[in-house]
């Protein structure tokens, strides 16, 4: 493949994970504020203020000791110079495009040889992520910012890691899960433990 029709697949495959993060979003809509962002929500408030929630703001501090996402996020309003709304919005769509990223990388794998069906794969999840995961309510990807998409992104790309023999990288990624989102880089980690198992033959 020439250089030039090599980066107009990439142009075109970049479009085309944007357009279904679009859709995504727009099949299963952005509210701020419900289910446990009651918690994420008022601890990054009081990340960039600390003055607000001067009473139990134990409440949520407790809660979020075991992950820096309310630091994260503050972090990026900081320095973005943006408000927190578009800060939430932003990073809703981002970790919704690397999830739906993660997605193609590992479909590659699993359909090397059908573009259609890598791509009805990344397609099946993007109209699904409010489909609850068997045996409990969580949604595959909640509708507002939550650190366990940003740690499912992550977890994704370790996989896709690990297929390619990237070892260290994947190691990398699962531990920015893991400081995100520990209980869902735990299973993650023991998924590529799994994987690189399988591939070593034991």
Not at 15 to 25: M, P, Q, V
Not at 150 to 176: C, F, P, Q, Y
Request: charged share 10%; proline share 4%.
């Amino acid at each position: 493949m020439s250089p030039f029709a090599e980066s107009h697949l990439k142009t075109r495959n970049l479009l085309l994970l944007l357009l279904l993060t679009a859709l995504a979003i727009s099949i299963s809509g952005y509210h701020p504020g419900v289910e446990d962002d009651g918690v994420y929500l008022p601890a990054i408030q009081h990340d960039l203020n600390p003055a607000l929630y001067p009473h139990d703001s134990d409440f949520f501090t407790v809660q979020l000791q075991a992950t820096v996402f309310d630091k994260l996020v503050a972090g990026s309003v900081r320095i973005l110079h943006i408000p927190l709304g578009a800060a939430l919005l932003g990073g809703q769509a981002l970790s919704i495009f690397l999830i739906l990223w993660g997605c193609r990388r590992i479909s590659l794998r699993c359909f090397a040889k059908n573009s259609s069906a890598q791509w009805a794969s990344v397609t099946t999840v993007a109209v699904l992520l409010t489909l609850p995961v068997a045996g409990s309510a969580l949604y595959l990807v909640d509708q507002y910012l939550h650190p366990r998409a940003l740690a499912t992104a992550a977890v994704l790309a370790a996989v896709a890691a690990v297929s390619d023999k990237k070892n260290a990288l994947a190691g990398l990624l699962l531990a920015i899960a893991l400081v995100i989102h520990p209980l869902m880089a735990s299973f993650g980690i023991s998924y590529c433990i799994l994987l690189l198992w399988k591939s070593l033959g034991l």
